[in-house]
């Protein structure tokens, strides 16, 4: 009806400081009550052109500013979206399915946090030098922005992974056309209408909204962005590597991961219990960090599974705006159809399920009846081999298994195609070290999770990724160095 597609939300791409309408338009649903809500640009090669055409004019005049007067711009930037982190954080919730408090309390914040944290770390870099006295030679290097940047995201953390990529690729100078997720491109739109008022010139940040096999391979082809950072899974990466291979992209790829928990039976179990729940049930298990296997030790694996079980069926699930609620919608019917799956699948292969999808009652408020909800689910009697112990579910759903030695689990715990993320519980201070350094995986917690200083590498080994990003990665990803010789 008229009345109900007046009340639509209706994007526009951002290209060379203006909103653009686009020729086609893509549903985009509201997770939490199954209704269309948004129509987002099905943008193509002619939208990507004309982004990185902006792009490419932006370049010169960006990349000649001083890193001071980028990071000033990149600060007000910063406070801007601050200023609104309470918008940005209910469009969030309303976009993605995850619980308002989960976007006040980390998406946003992070967000904001992103073009701080590189606003500061683009004046602190410096290049190397050295010496060959004898025969009166100086090296040194310097490092230069590399042109137009591709960005490309998923929808688990939508403003929160972009403005990730965003923040170091302007920050080193370069310009950029981004590419959020179909499924979740609202806070990058409204990131878009603050651009200028922050002092970022037109051009410099560009947004073409649309599908990935579209826009984003679009992006992927084209001939003048010579990088391309993405985020997201396995098999798409897959794709971005084939399609690019002819131009000899630099590639940053971050992706899945089948990430495990280790719990020795000397853990302390009052921190160990709340924060493995939280790995493996925040944002409804969305998140590439998330724990899906938890290996504990037989001594206390009756224990712990009983505690962990009993603390998961207090998750409560519901309208994600409501901020008594501990679990939002997943993002997509089909993705809430996959995830049972797996569920369906350990018990056809004997394994027991013991609280959430198929033995919990889903009480749901009237209004999100048809949202995409699903319970922590906790299943055990699982074999390694099984499916839902080697590919990654991302939903609020994880397997614990028993192990007996120190050797036999690091192991299995490798025994994946993904090296992402793991967390070892223990007070043995030489086995945490142990077993943190034997493991296949580019980060490792101990007796924590998700404790993340943005200085350090991030990524993953395996099929969890190429590259890292932090601080000195994603400088020296988004720049290009160049050894000079200077002789007397
Ligand atoms: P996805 O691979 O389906 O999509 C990610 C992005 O790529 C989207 O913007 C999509 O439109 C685009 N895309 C899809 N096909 C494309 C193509 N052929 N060419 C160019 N772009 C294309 O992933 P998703 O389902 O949105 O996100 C979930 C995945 O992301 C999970 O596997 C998760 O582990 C991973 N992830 C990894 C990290 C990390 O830092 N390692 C962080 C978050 C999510």
Same mark, same amino acid.
């Given at each position: 009806t008229m009345a109900h597609s007046k009340a639509l939300l209706v994007l526009e791409n951002f290209i060379a400081g203006k909103f653009v309408p686009c020729s086609s338009y893509i549903d985009s649903y509201n997770p939490s009550t199954g209704d269309v809500y948004c129509r987002v640009p099905d943008s193509g090669k002619e939208e990507v052109e004309a982004a990185v055409k902006a792009a490419k004019n932006a370049f010169p005049i960006w990349s000649s500013k001083s890193p001071l007067e980028r990071s000033q711009?990149?600060? @007000?930037?910063?406070?801007? !979206?601050?200023?609104?982190?309470?918008?940005?954080?209910?469009?969030?919730?309303?976009?993605?399915? @995850?619980?308002?408090?989960?976007?006040?309390?980390?998406?946003?914040?992070?967000?904001?946090?992103?073009?701080?944290?590189?606003?500061?770390? !683009?004046?602190?870099?410096?290049?190397?030098?050295?010496?060959?006295?004898?025969i009166g030679c100086v090296h040194y290097t310097s490092r230069a922005p590399v042109g137009v940047a591709g960005l490309i995201s998923p929808w688990n953390l939508p403003l929160y992974l972009l403005t990730w990529k965003i923040a170091p690729a302007i920050a080193c100078g370069n310009t950029v056309?981004?590419?959020?997720?179909?499924?979740?491109?609202?806070?990058?739109?409204?990131?878009?209408?603050?651009?200028e008022k922050a002092g970022v010139p037109h051009g410099v940040v560009n947004v073409v909204f649309g599908t990935g096999a579209k826009a984003g391979e679009a992006l992927v082809c084209h001939p003048d962005v010579p990088l391309i950072s993405f985020t997201g899974s396995t098999l798409t990466a897959q794709r971005i590597v084939e399609k690019s291979a002819p131009h000899c992209k630099r590639l940053s790829l971050e992706l899945g991961g089948k990430n495990p928990a280790i719990v020795f039976d000397d853990a302390d179990l009052s921190q160990c219990i709340p924060t493995t729940l939280r790995s493996s049930f925040a944002n409804q298990g969305e998140i590439c960090l998330c724990t899906s296997r938890i290996f504990v030790q037989r001594g206390i694996y009756s224990e712990f599974l009983k505690r962990?079980?009993?603390?998961?069926?207090?998750?409560?699930?519901?309208?994600?705006?409501?901020?008594?609620?501990?679990?939002?919608?997943?993002?997509? @019917?089909?993705?809430?159809?996959?995830?049972?799956?797996?569920?369906?699948?350990?018990?056809?292969?004997?394994?027991?399920?013991?609280?959430?999808?198929?033995?919990?009652?889903?009480?749901?408020?009237?209004?999100n009846q048809k949202g995409y909800f699903m319970l922590p689910t906790v299943i055990a009697e699982v074999k390694d081999e099984s499916c839902c112990m080697q590919e990654e579910i991302f939903g609020p759903v994880t397997c614990v298994v028993e192990f007996d030695t120190e050797e036999e689990v690091i192991e299995r715990a490798n025994r994946v195609k993904y090296g992402l993320a793991a967390t070892v519980w223990s007070s043995n201070v030489g086995r945490v070290?142990?077993?943190?350094?034997?493991?296949?995986?580019?980060?490792?917690?101990?007796?924590?999770?998700?404790?993340?200083?943005?200085?350090l590498p991030f990524g993953g080994m395996k099929a969890s990724g190429i590259g890292r990003e932090g601080a000195k990665d994603s400088y020296e990803f988004f720049t290009e160095v160049k050894t000079i010789t200077i002789k007397h």
């Open positions: 711009i990149l600060n @007000k930037l910063a406070d801007l !979206i601050e200023h609104d982190l309470e918008a940005f954080a209910q469009a969030e919730s309303k976009d993605q399915g @995850k619980t308002i408090t989960f976007a006040r309390t980390v998406d946003i914040p992070r967000a904001v946090y992103n073009f701080r944290f590189f606003a500061s770390s !683009i004046l602190h870099h410096t290049t190397e030098c050295t010496e060959m006295a004898t056309v981004a590419k959020p997720s179909e499924m979740t491109s609202v806070t990058a739109w409204m990131m878009c209408k603050l651009l962990f079980v009993a603390e998961a069926k207090k998750w409560k699930a519901g309208n994600p705006s409501d901020p008594t609620v501990d679990v939002g919608a997943l993002i997509s @019917k089909e993705h809430l159809e996959k995830v049972r799956s797996y569920v369906k699948k350990a018990q056809a292969e004997g394994a027991r399920v013991h609280c959430g999808e198929g033995v919990d009652p889903l009480a749901l408020p009237t209004g070290h142990r077993v943190a350094q034997r493991l296949q995986s580019g980060l490792v917690w101990t007796n924590c999770w998700l404790v993340r200083d943005l200085n």
